[in-house]
């Protein structure tokens, strides 16, 4: 088993003592609810970043998707319910790292997220049941795994294959991107937008438009 820290992908570290007041995160990590398709692709990219060998493990990710059918409100129109489970960048200092013995946490001094310094950290777990919205995770190795935005540029947000730029243009799609790196009022907005219907087309025909094949093939 590997026991190399995970690495975060921060710009610098900035220590807050105890007591100071700590600015709290602006663009935050958002998730459109019942427009996830569950493909799990952002647990792969985010572990493959955030591995320090480039491992691809989605017990390595700090973003996960979870299914959950008993949950009325995340159901959607067709019985399912794939929830991306992510960071809700609380208010700083987060609960996580109010209930660390070891005050193991400092801030990226770019996004202000809060970061688990593994050299710190004795794996108390207490930010575990400390986070409301159970989103601090346990790698196999016993580390403490959260969400440091990447630095500022989230690779779950970029990997996510809802994308309009991911889609095949081959098939049906009716739905938005699942994941979004916005302010809180820029999300709201997008948030009761309503997806945009792209028409199915066939893939010949997709072919055609592409250019990859001429019409008497």
Known sequence: MDTQPQKELVTGETWYKPGDEI???????????????????????????????????????????????????????????????????????????????????????KTLAAVIDQDNCIQCMECVPGCPFDVVFVAPSGELLKCDLCGGDPVCVK?????????????????????????????????????????EVGMMQAMLEAGKISSGA
């Open 23 to 109: 600015p709290n995160v602006g663009m935050k990590l958002f998730a459109l609810r019942n427009q996830c398709t569950e493909c799990n692709v952002c647990e792969v990219a985010c572990s493959l970043v955030h591995s320090p060998d480039g491992e691809i493990n989605p017990q390595l990710s700090r973003v996960r998707i979870d299914h959950a059918p008993e949950k009325p409100t995340r159901i959607n129109q067709e019985g399912l319910g794939f929830v991306a489970e992510i960071c809700h960048h609380c208010g700083n200092p987060p609960p996580c790292a109010e209930v660390c013995p070891t005050d193991a946490f400092y801030y990226d001094p």
């Open 159 to 199: 990997a996510c294959s809802t994308r309009p730029e991911m889609l095949n243009k081959g098939k049906q799609y009716n739905r938005m991107p699942v994941l979004f790196y916005e302010e809180q009022s820029d999300f709201n907005r997008i948030s009761r937008e309503k997806p945009v219907a792209r028409d």
